[in-house]
């Protein structure tokens, strides 16, 4: 077991140290996150594991810049996000960061290309449309429309609208979660191969524990906490992967 912010190996790309964040339901406080240290290295692979309601998604959109903490300190590339008010964070969202979700928001009236290309268009040095949905195995499906596609081809689409602008970051909350296991599979070998082949430092949440096995790094969340962290000596392929 090792500290959270213990990975001497790997630059830090995000570093967290007690972010907080409360709800407020009218007159109701509810703590997503009480205190959390984190820290994602440079290239490094990492899963957020937890049960629903442990916090992961909140830190997943902290971290991201999709929310702001209540307390608490965050950094990206030693510039800190905690103040950076919302033209900054749009602006770190645009440049830097990569979405996955566990839903596929793609555009129904758009063909996978045109859905990719909805990004490149706004980026400063991105991926052609064409060049991402290869990178995903797509280039087939390219001119097919979402209500053409399988659930796993439209989460491919996804992914490959995520890397189109070659973000430093890809955060994915949940993205096998409406898959079944073989598709899932599918879906994780992608996000694989993008950590691998373009050096994509990449956070995955999940609540299913034997994804954990592809990742660097493990951080347990439970009840808004770390509990745990845990380093794989081996990372296992996701074509490995059985549950």
């Known amino acids: 077991m090792t500290s959270p912010l213990e990975n001497p190996a790997a630059v830090p790309v995000i570093e967290a140290r007690g972010l907080t964040k409360i709800y407020q339901m009218g007159e109701v406080e509810v703590p997503a996150l009480r205190g959390v240290d984190f820290v994602l290295g440079e290239g490094e692979f990492v899963v957020l594991l937890g049960a629903s309601g442990s916090g992961k998604s909140t830190l997943l959109n902290l971290l991201g810049g999709l929310d702001v903490p ?6 990206y590339r ?11 964070l749009t602006a770190y969202r645009r440049h830097h960061v990569g979405f996955v979700f566990q839903f596929y928001n793609l555009i ?6 045109e859905n990719v290309a909805l990004v490149t268009e706004i980026a400063e040095d991105p991926l052609s449309p064409a060049e991402a949905l290869e990178l995903v195995g797509l280039g087939p499906r390219r001119d097919h429309f979402p209500s053409q596609l399988s659930g796993g081809e439209q989460q491919r689409v996804a992914i490959a ?3 189109a602008k070659r973000p430093d970051v890809l955060l994915c909350d949940e993205p096998t979660g409406a898959l079944d ?6 879906v994780l070998e ?3 191969r993008v950590n691998a082949e373009l ?3 990449t956070a995955v949440i999940t609540h299913n524990a034997p994804v954990a096995r592809i990742a660097d790094r493990v951080v347990m969340l439970a009840d808004g906490l770390v509990h745990g962290v845990e380093a794989n000596a081996t990372r296992v392929p996701a074509s490995e992967l059985t549950w």
């Open 70 to 75: 209540t307390d608490g300190w965050l950094a």
């Open 78 to 88: 030693g510039r800190e996000l905690t103040h950076l008010g919302e033209a900054g």
């Open 108 to 113: 129904p009236s758009l063909t996978a290309l």
């Open 161 to 163: 609208r995520a890397i």
């Open 181 to 186: 296991f073989q598709t899932g599979v599918l």
């Open 190 to 192: 992608v996000i694989e």
């Open 199 to 201: 050096g994509t430092t």
